[in-house]
């Protein structure tokens, strides 16, 4: 959803600022949702969380178990069936009388154009720009914390790799994609160097997304 600060400023004091917030995980996506609502009184939904709830799995870890990795046998119809739960629970019942925040999964950007359409036409959507020094970061992460991933067409094992070897190896690849599809998505995007700084508030990341916005259009035009 294109807006000015203008509108950003008048939808913010009526209770009627609908954000999407869009980027890998870890990126800051969950922390900055949380600081809107205990300093600012913002609802938020969690994507990943309702999902998770509705295969009965508590953890991340769980999620990552039941998922799987993408040699597996048992992958495909899983990650078929998780994106099916995405396009459900991504299309949620939004509050007519508070600011709400929406904490999209990092796999939204291989939603279908009706969905990806639906969160445009209702949401400011704003990405997380992990940038180039994240990635090995992420990587390391994902090995030692394993997540429930959406493999697309990322994953090419060679002949003579083992699993774990084509993972390593596809994983940036994956991250480096996602990042072309969150921008493209975006109305506006910032930094994780300040949704991941627990000293900056929500106030603060909420002036930040507003100084990124159009300036508004002058009388008469």
């Given at each position: 959803?294109?807006?000015?600060?203008?509108?950003?400023?008048?939808?913010?004091?009526?209770?009627?600022?609908?954000?999407?917030?869009?980027?890998?995980?870890?990126?800051?996506?969950?922390?900055?949702?949380?600081?809107?609502?205990?300093?600012?009184?913002?609802?938020?939904?969690?994507?990943?969380?309702?999902?998770?709830?509705?295969?009965?799995?508590?953890?991340?870890?769980?999620?990552?178990?039941?998922?799987?990795?993408?040699?597996?046998?048992?992958?495909?119809?899983?990650?078929?069936?998780?994106?099916?739960?995405?396009?459900?629970?991504?299309?949620?019942?939004?509050?007519?009388?508070?600011?709400?925040?929406?904490?999209?999964?990092?796999?939204?950007?291989?939603?279908?154009?009706?969905?990806?359409?639906?969160?445009?036409?209702?949401?400011?959507?704003?990405?997380?720009?992990?940038?180039?020094?994240?990635?090995?970061?992420?990587?390391?992460?994902?090995?030692?914390?394993?997540?429930?991933?959406?493999?697309?067409?990322?994953?090419?094992?060679l002949d003579d790799e083992l699993d774990t070897q084509a993972l390593r190896?596809?994983?940036?690849?994956?991250?480096?994609?996602?990042?072309?599809?969150?921008?493209?998505?975006?109305?506006?995007?910032?930094?994780?160097?300040?949704?991941?700084?627990?000293?900056?508030?929500?106030?603060?990341?909420?002036?930040?997304?507003?100084?990124?916005?159009?300036?508004?259009?002058?009388?008469?035009?």
């Amino acid at each position: 959803m294109k807006m000015t600060r203008d509108e950003f400023d008048k939808r913010n004091r009526e209770n009627r600022l609908h954000v999407a917030l869009i980027g890998m995980s870890n990126s800051g996506k969950s922390m900055t949702a949380s600081k809107w609502n205990s300093e600012l009184g913002f609802s938020v939904f969690v994507v990943d969380e309702a999902i998770n709830r509705s295969l009965g799995l508590a953890t991340m870890s769980e999620a990552a178990n039941w998922m799987g990795y993408p040699f597996e046998e048992h992958y495909q119809e899983r990650k078929n069936r998780y994106l099916s739960l995405e396009r459900e629970f991504s299309k949620v019942a939004i509050p007519v009388d508070n600011n709400f925040v929406l904490d999209a999964t990092g796999s939204l950007i291989y939603g279908d154009s009706g969905l990806l359409d639906w969160v445009r036409e209702h949401f400011l959507v704003v990405g997380i720009d992990v940038g180039e020094r994240f990635i090995n970061e992420m990587v390391e992460d994902f090995f030692e914390n394993p997540k429930a991933v959406v493999w697309q067409s990322e994953f090419k094992p060679l002949d003579d790799e083992l699993d774990t070897q084509a993972l390593r190896r596809c994983y940036p690849r994956l991250l480096k994609n996602r990042s072309l599809g969150y921008e493209r998505l975006a109305d506006v995007q910032i930094s994780a160097d300040l949704t991941r700084d627990p000293e900056i508030t929500g106030a603060e990341l909420l002036s930040i997304i507003r100084e990124e916005l159009a300036l508004d259009a002058p009388s008469g035009a």
